[in-house]
């Protein structure tokens, strides 16, 4: 062997030498800090208070609702006039799901929502090639509330992870609670230990969760789901029990911008898509095109969900007013739960209590309307 060949092969050894150490290095440095993880919270915690804005001792809006319970009725109603150009432009249907296309299912990451994990990668990776080394990591529990975004350099914005496209930035975020509860701590955990195991696949930079404090943060982001899950009806009946054809309830609402839609429904959605109300069969009935020609029924509720529908004061008088409309067209009577005429001071302190609402939930990052609101107060 000669001078050459021996220095290339020592020059090869130590190469390789080289870059078992420096992943060793790598893998241990995260390994310290996750179990460092365990002694200090490495998250900003909005809903805990850690991002507030508000001075110490200021009332919490999550447990603060400025009288919000007093809404937390089915049918609310009344008489209130609104102005014409006070309602929002309806659209035929919902926007398009920007994440349609995504290589890993993707929303709008919202701290006071999710747990986030972002993912600082010396390198960039292909958004399949991420993909098809995430999804095996995650159990299906934690994966069916795990969202993805990444960093795209030339917009520089944050947008659904796609699969033709390079990122040097990519985060992962776990939504913290639904209508089931909060997030089990197992899953936060198994959603932690998961986080790690990719960024030593990417031999990338990764912040640690603290699992005690992010289910802390979790147990009270489902009490705000709870305070806030209001949702505001109105009832529209006809005089004497009368029938109200289906064909003319049909009528009104198409004319309005509505759509039909498979839940038996109604919706009716602001120019971006959003939905605002719905309008429903008082009766259990739902709404189809191939029985509404032959139903007849005794009245109809027109559903505010307060939560999810646009928090500005334009949709509740848009929704007033329409309820107006509707009774006018189907010769009816807007009524409560207890089938009584409710008139203008009602509508007025229901209002009242909606913008207290509104501000309390844009108080803790979860504007009404938005879409961290929309996913957390989805059915």
């Not at 917009?155 to 496209?165: D, F, I, L, T």
Request: charged share 20%.
């Amino acid at each position: 062997m000669s001078d050459l060949q021996l220095g290339l092969l020592i020059i090869g050894a130590l190469v390789v030498l080289a870059v078992v150490v420096y992943n060793k290095w790598q893998e241990h440095r995260l390994r310290r800090k996750t179990e460092s993880a365990f002694s200090s919270m490495v998250r900003e915690d909005v809903l805990l208070g850690g991002g507030s804005t508000q001075d110490e001792g200021a009332a919490d809006p999550t447990f603060a609702p400025a009288e919000a319970a007093a809404v937390r009725v089915e049918h609310i109603v009344g008489d209130l006039e609104a102005p014409a150009d006070a309602d929002p432009e309806p659209v035929a249907a919902p926007a398009p799901d920007a994440g349609a296309e995504a290589a890993l299912p993707y929303a709008e990451l919202n701290e006071a929502l999710d747990c986030i994990v972002t993912f600082d990668c010396p390198t960039p990776v292909n958004g399949a090639w991420l993909a098809a080394r995430a999804e095996p990591l995650f159990d299906l529990d934690v994966a069916r509330l795990m969202h993805w975004e990444g960093y795209d350099e030339v917009a520089q914005s944050w947008g659904a992870v796609r699969p033709e496209q390079d990122y040097s930035v990519v985060r992962a975020g776990l939504q913290l609670a639904t209508h089931a509860g909060p997030i089990p701590q197992y899953q936060l955990e198994s959603f932690a230990s998961a986080t790690v195991e990719l960024a030593l696949q990417l031999s990338a930079d990764v912040n640690v969760i603290d699992t005690e404090s992010v289910y802390q943060q979790a147990v009270k982001l489902e009490h705000f789901l709870n305070e806030f899950d209001v949702q505001v009806g109105l009832s529209v009946v006809t005089d004497g029990g009368r029938g109200i054809p289906g064909t003319k309830i049909r009528g009104v609402a198409e004319s309005a911008g509505f759509e039909l839609r498979k839940d038996g429904r109604y919706h009716r959605y602001d120019e971006s898509g959003v939905e605002l109300y719905t309008l429903a069969n008082m009766e259990p009935m739902p709404f189809h095109l191939d029985t509404l020609r032959t139903l007849t029924t005794r009245g109809v509720t027109l559903l505010l969900n307060v939560p999810r529908a646009p928090g500005v004061p334009a949709t509740f008088r848009s929704y007033i007013q329409f309820a107006r409309q509707l009774a006018e067209a189907l010769d009816g009577t807007i009524v409560d739960d207890n089938r009584q005429p409710i008139g203008e001071r009602a509508i007025e302190q229901v209002g009242a209590q909606l913008s207290a609402i509104h501000e309390a939930m844009a108080a803790a990052g979860i504007p009404a309307g938005s879409p961290a609101a929309r996913r957390l107060f989805a059915a």
